[in-house]
């Protein structure tokens, strides 16, 4: 399949039309009407339903904008394998990070890499779903999703990191530690930023409950921080307790009732896992296991005397 004719044909079903098409990937409308419609030729059916108002992919035209993104990201990967190869891990990496994650540890972790392998360039790139990125904007993910989308990948598991309710000493010393979920409704809640749709947590049987939260943030560092200085009760990953030693630890709140645990991953494509600096950069994160937190810690009723009514 020629690449420049499946470039032109998603360009044109993600714009709508052929003139908002050209006019996104700056090219002659002439010239990708030309090369869709010697991709149709080519294919032996209609691609597109061509209208007044703009295109629409035929069936035939929704699987092939599917498959062609992903023969695109591939090609991109495959090509920057080939001029990459080498014994030497160097270049540009680019890493998709989940806003869930452990940030201040994949940090550490990423210094540490770099520390090692000084001809690598690292870009951490926090976003709401990194995998969606594969292979245009990342190099390598991780992911908390089991589920990949359509392609060849390497998916290696990393660790399994607990969630759990945490507030500061002073928040609870303030407003009593609440015994039940519903007794959530009366306090203040900090959660990260979710793109529509209500605010849910997780309870450790599996289910969910909606939350109004009285503050949001789209950054992990934020949220914990905001929690440290009492403003109210985060979702937050276990290692956050020993983030900063000369901080107070943050106390458990509804341990074993709200939370989860979720399995961390890392993934690349197929095309480009055995690069130098992808198989570095990923052997380095297996080895990295025990810091994102594998083990579970003990923390039942750790600093929680006198925390069970308001008056402290």
Sequence with gaps: ??????????AVVENGSFKAAAESVRQPRATLRR?????????????????RTGV????????????????????????????????????????????????????????DFHARFPHTRLHLHVCDDA??????????????????????????ALARINLGLRASRAYL?????????????GHELLALAAPGGPQRWPNHDGGSFAIEPSMTTT?????????????????????????DQDDEPLLPVLEGVVGCRRELFVVAP?????????RAFVEHMIGAREELGTEV????GAGLQGLHSPAI
């Design 219 to 243: 950054t992990p560092e934020m949220l914990e921080t905001l929690t440290k200085l009492g403003c109210g009760i985060a979702l937050l990953p276990e290692s956050v307790d020993d983030a």
């Design 173 to 185: 010393q303030r407003h009593g530690l609440p015994q039940t979920v519903d007794a959530l409704d």
């Design 297 to 300: 810690r003990q923390t039942t």
């Design 270 to 278: 197929e095309v480009s896992a055995d690069t130098p600096k992808i």
């Design 56 to 111: 629409v992919p035929t069936a035939a035209g929704d699987l092939l904008a599917r498959q062609g993104r992903v023969m695109l990201r591939e090609t991109t990967a495959l090509l920057g394998a080939l001029r990459e190869l080498g014994e030497e891990p160097c270049g540009d990496i680019c890493v998709g990070v989940p806003t869930t994650a452990p940030i201040a540890t994949i940090a550490q972790i990423a210094a």
């Design 131 to 156: 995998i969606a990125e594969l292979g245009a904007r990342v190099d390598a993910a991780l992911t908390f999703a089991n589920d990949m989308p359509n392609g060849r990948w390497r998916k290696r």
């Design 1 to 10: 399949m020629d690449l420049e004719e499946t470039r032109a044909f998603l």
């Design 35 to 51: 090369r869709v419609e010697a991709l149709e030729a080519r294919a032996g059916v209609a691609l597109l339903e061509r209208s």
